[in-house]
């Protein structure tokens, strides 16, 4: 048993959360996005000014969700990186705070870690090795789960992350941000096969194509002279066959390498994470294409697979459970890989 209270604020949203192992007590998320909306994306300063005035709000919640007072919690946990730098120094800020004043046990949690772990969460019967798919707004990553922090990261993205190709070819479209639910509701009117678009390969200096790492940018290039041209007809812009096309077309890719990761290193078990694990077409692809080859595959609920502390507490449980503690003088990273 370990109760542990976790902040998250390396984006946009302030997430508190009361776990008990992988037993969710509260798991409290604010989102900003209404607030960055009319910016078109997240404004860093503005992230970091709506964290402070959510928090304390958002830890009362909690506690009061779980039923719970301080000397129930055994340790506070925070996202430490990557994120917004100044995000970031809110959510930890608070975590050094609450563990001096309370005299609790710190733990600083990578981000991706707990987009890992969120798996756990939903499925907790969930044994590593297996394969996770992190697909968000920052990163588009296979990562190999070994077991508690010990993971390889076998596929990466060369350019844009998956969300942020959403978010971008969205604006592109004038469909709004976040993109990627924009797209994904467009998509659903619009013909997938009406534009054949590239997939985004990584050449290789001995010959062939990386087979697990992503790009966006031609894809990208490519939807912007698409745009561009059929603006230009008299025709009516087909905007829903165009969302479907690029939705199909990064689903389509995705699915390929994780596919293809997952069997050439002998993993039976894929689980996604990130807030693109929420698109209609990759569960549809994934889904399809593990079946055919006798693989699992494991979609958390939406609410744990996009941002949320419930799923950075879960992981810093496994390590409170290995004895691991951070200092206090811990700073944050705003880059820094799993
Ligand atoms: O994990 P997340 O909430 O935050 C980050 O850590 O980045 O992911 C947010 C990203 C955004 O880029 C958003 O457009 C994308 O996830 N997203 C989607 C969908 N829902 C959210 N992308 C594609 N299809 C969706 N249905
Ligand atoms: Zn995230």
């Known amino acids: 048993m370990a109760i542990i209270l976790a902040i998250e604020t390396s984006c946009d949203e302030t997430a508190v959360a009361i776990v008990n192992n992988r037993n969710v007590y509260s798991n409290v998320v604010s989102s900003q996005i209404q607030t960055h909306q009319v910016f ?3 404004v860093p300063e503005v992230a970091s000014r709506q964290h402070l005035l959510l ?9 009061q969700g779980a039923g719970l007072g301080w000397p129930d919690i055994e340790a506070i946990a925070v996202t430490v990186a990557p994120g917004l730098a100044g995000a970031l120094m809110v ?15 710190f733990l600083g949690v990578h981000h991706l870690e707990g987009h890992i772990y969120a ?10 090795p297996f394969l996770c798919l992190l697909v968000s707004g920052g990163h588009t990553s296979l990562i190999h789960v070994k077991g508690c922090g010990d993971y390889r990261q076998l596929g990466t993205t060369r350019d ?6 959403f978010d971008k070819v969205a604006r592109l479209l004038d469909l709004g941000y976040p993109g990627g639910p924009a797209i994904d509701r467009a ?11 590239p997939e985004g390969k990584i050449s290789l200096p001995q010959g062939g194509y990386h087979p697990y790492d992503s790009s966006f940018s031609g894809l990208k290039t490519a939807m912007l ?49 990130g807030g693109v694990a929420a698109n209609s077409r990759l569960r549809y692809h994934l889904q399809a294409a593990a079946e055919e080859n006798q693989l699992q595959v494991f979609f958390p609920p939406l609410k744990l697979c996009t941002d949320n502390a419930a ?15 951070s200092p206090l003088t811990l700073g944050i990273q705003s880059r820094l890989a799993v």
């Open 40 to 42: 078109g994306g997240v």
């Open 55 to 63: 928090i304390n709000a958002c830890l009362d919640q909690a506690l």
């Open 91 to 105: 959510g930890v800020t608070a975590a050094k705070t609450l563990a001096m004043v309370h005299q609790k046990p």
């Open 119 to 128: 798996s756990y969460l939903s499925q907790p019967e969930l044994q590593p």
């Open 160 to 165: 844009d992350a998956a969300g942020e190709a």
């Open 187 to 197: 998509a659903k009117n619009g013909d997938a096969a009406a534009f054949k678009l």
């Open 225 to 273: 002279r698409l745009t561009q041209e059929l603006k230009q007809s008299p025709e009516p812009f087909p905007v829903d066959d165009l969302a479907a096309s690029f939705q199909d077309t990064v689903a389509r890719s995705l699915t390929k390498k994780t596919i293809r990761c997952a069997l050439d290193h002998g993993l039976t078990t894929i689980t996604v994470g």
């Open 311 to 325: 799923m950075i507490a879960c992981a810093a449980a496994d390590h409170f459970h290995n004895g691991d503690r």
